[in-house]
């Protein structure tokens, strides 16, 4: 893709000031104030591009499909004929539906609270009209589903009396009388179909969201097709400028001092084609002993516990109870956990330090910035460890340091020397990290 550039001084630019009367998009040294150098109106910033909300609407669409397909499978329950106790055949598959005869009070209580709830049910006979059938519990014992157990009318609990409908398969026992395992238990011959609601809810979220990204998506690339064009005559163009490294004005190249912080500005006195081409990389060897600690502990150790504990579980209770939420955060957690950490901090990060370009390749991010266009160039201190950042006119940042070899950060540093006399801009070394930030800050332009 064509790189985005400034209407006013073409630097490559991230989207983000845009003036809606001349349709383009401005870098912060020509968007100073948050005003159009061309017209003075105040420039907004570009809404975000919708795809976060397009992908969301995406795995909205899932939650929603898998949720439709559990309905349909509940409908398909209810719609199933009832049949009457005298007539089932043993070997069948049959839904019955009658009255709970239990020895207790309670036949099918509801245990535990919040997402850990289970079902306990005791053995019990269904009683219809026409005969009485014992009805093994084993398969629905401890189930967690309302899909398996509907809630029952004493505060979710089943009592002896009350109506019921089972769907189970007929068997017999050695002195030949039948018997049903039970496998869906309902109030009532339909009452297995489900609401349909949550189907509803996550197909009609997905909806709102997809629609909404894909609105907010269409006017983004809407809004960088208008600025590619408006780029072509917008009013107030500058060449040979460049931005003062204190303050962020425009200057000219021949300017002594800037206009506006009356700092003075460091002359040009060599030529970007007198640097060197240098291929850096991290190794993890060379981060520090605590870092390395971190890394393998959340990166490795803890993912590695956290999988064999959702094993353990499986094995325990059994794969299809292990997929509520609150265990599934386990894998999840380990998997998020290894990338974040193990991927960042074991696959080494590439640096390429050239006359034309400077290229930070990591595992899931490559980063790059013309060496032209830097000009604010850092080397930041915090304790023993020290950080390169090189940030461009357009606000585009470059760092690395941590897990290199002193030999490779000391030879960029006499890479960045080169640089800061080529470019005429101030190498700030060895700046505390709190002078950093607010260095940093000062170059933000200035919000509405
Ligand atoms: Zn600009
Ligand atoms: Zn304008
Ligand atoms: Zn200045």
């Known amino acids: 893709m064509q790189a985005l550039t400034c209407a006013r001084c073409g630097v490559r630019i991230q989207p983000g000031r845009y003036c809606p009367s001349c349709s383009v998009l401005l870098c912060g040294a020509c968007a100073r104030e948050s005003k159009c150098p061309a017209d003075g109106r105040d420039l907004r910033k570009l809404r975000g591009s919708g795809v976060f909300l397009l992908v969301l609407g995406v795995a909205l669409y899932g939650f929603a499909l898998f949720s439709v397909t559990l309905e349909l499978q509940s409908y398909e329950r209810a719609s199933f004929p009832t049949t009457s106790i005298a007539n089932v055949v043993s070997g069948t598959t049959v839904k019955i539906s009658g009255t709970i005869e239990a020895s207790g009070l309670v036949a099918i209580e509801l245990r535990g609270s919040g997402n850990d709830h289970y079902w306990a049910v005791e053995p019990f006979n269904l009683t219809d009209g026409t005969g009485s059938l014992y009805v093994d519990v084993t398969q629905v014992q401890g189930s967690t589903s309302f ?26 026992f050695p002195n030949a009388t039948t018997y049903i395992v039970a496998q869906f238990i309902a109030r009532t011959p339909n009452g297995f179909a489900g609401s349909g609601f949550p189907s509803l809810l996550f197909a009609s979220v997905a909806t709102v969201a997809v629609i909404g990204g894909s609105i907010g998506f269409v006017r983004f690339r809407h809004s960088l097709s208008r600025h590619r064009q408006g780029s072509a005559t917008y009013m107030a163009k500058v060449q040979d400028w460049r931005a003062c490294g204190e303050c962020g004005e425009l200057v000219s190249l021949e300017a002594q001092n800037c206009p506006s912080c009356k700092e003075i500005i460091p002359r040009v006195s060599r030529s970007l084609s007198e640097l060197p081409t240098l291929q850096l990389a991290t190794k993890f060897g060379q981060r520090s002993l605590r870092e390395r600690v971190a890394v393998i502990v959340l990166g490795v150790i803890l993912p590695t516990f956290l999988g064999a504990v959702f094993l353990g579980i499986i094995r325990v209770i059994g794969l299809e109870r292990s997929l509520q939420p609150s265990l599934l955060l386990l894998p999840i ?31 899931l991010r490559n980063v790059s910035i013309l060496t032209r266009e830097v000009d604010r160039i850092l080397t930041i201190q915090k304790g023993n460890r020290q950080a390169h950042l090189f940030i461009t006119r357009g606000d585009q940042t ?33 700046v505390p990290l709190a002078e950093a930030l607010s260095f940093l800050r000062q170059r933000e332009p200035v919000r509405q």
């Open 147 to 172: 899909w398996v157990i509907g809630r029952g009318l004493h505060g979710d609990d089943w009592w002896d009396g009350d109506a019921a409908s089972i769907i189970g398969h007929v068997a017999v």
């Open 333 to 363: 957690f380990a998997i998020v956990s290894a990338i974040v950490f193990a991927s960042r901090f074991f696959f080494p990060t590439r640096i390429k330090l050239s006359p034309e370009l400077i290229v930070c390749r990591k595992v």
């Open 398 to 430: 470059v760092g690395f340091g941590p897990g290199m070899a002193q030999a490779d950060f000391e030879a960029s540093r006499a890479w960045i020397r080169i640089l800061a006399e080529a470019t005429g801009n101030r190498y700030r070394e060895n």
